[in-house]
């Protein structure tokens, strides 16, 4: 899995040391896997998945953003193997413009190709918050 990252709300990609804590997200139309973690460690946990649809999950991840307090999200965007983009890009995408949107922090993008598999693969009970927790150490592995 390669770690793309992109910040949504800058065009620089390097992430601000004070960005420390980081809940991370597995977008789905049903569920949305949900991780947390720290720079610090460079470990992810899992969280509960959020099952819910449309307009529905926004109040369970405020809740979530409430709980943990991060000081940046981070999302995972599926491309196909090849790296072009699919349906599930666009709509990953747009959960992430929309996550900056209503609570106002930085949202980085990290290339997830193949996070579910790996996740079933290693044998997690919920494969969506074990995609979550691998797109975040990913991500946290990055970091310089």
């Not at 991780?35 to 460079?42: E, K, S």
């Not at 943990?68 to 709509?91: K, M, S, Y």
Request: proline share 4%.
């Amino acid at each position: 899995m390669r770690c793309h990252l992109q910040g949504i709300a800058e065009l620089d990609t390097t992430v601000p040391l004070n960005h420390g804590s980081f809940l991370a997200f597995d977008f789905g139309l049903k569920r949305t896997g949900v991780a947390v973690g720290n720079r610090m460690l460079r470990t992810a946990t899992p969280q509960a998945t959020v099952r819910a649809e449309g307009d529905a999950r926004w109040p369970l991840i405020a809740a979530r953003i409430a709980e943990w307090q991060p000081d940046a999200l981070v999302i995972g965007v599926p491309f196909h193997p090849d790296g072009a983009e699919h349906e599930n890009t666009v709509r990953a995408r747009r959960f992430a413009r929309q996550l900056r949107g209503r609570f106002g922090l930085t949202v980085y993008e990290v290339d997830e190709r193949y996070s579910t598999t790996e996740a079933h693969a290693n044998g997690a009970r919920d494969a969506d918050a074990a995609a979550a927790a691998i797109i975040l150490e990913q991500f946290l592995r990055s970091l310089s």
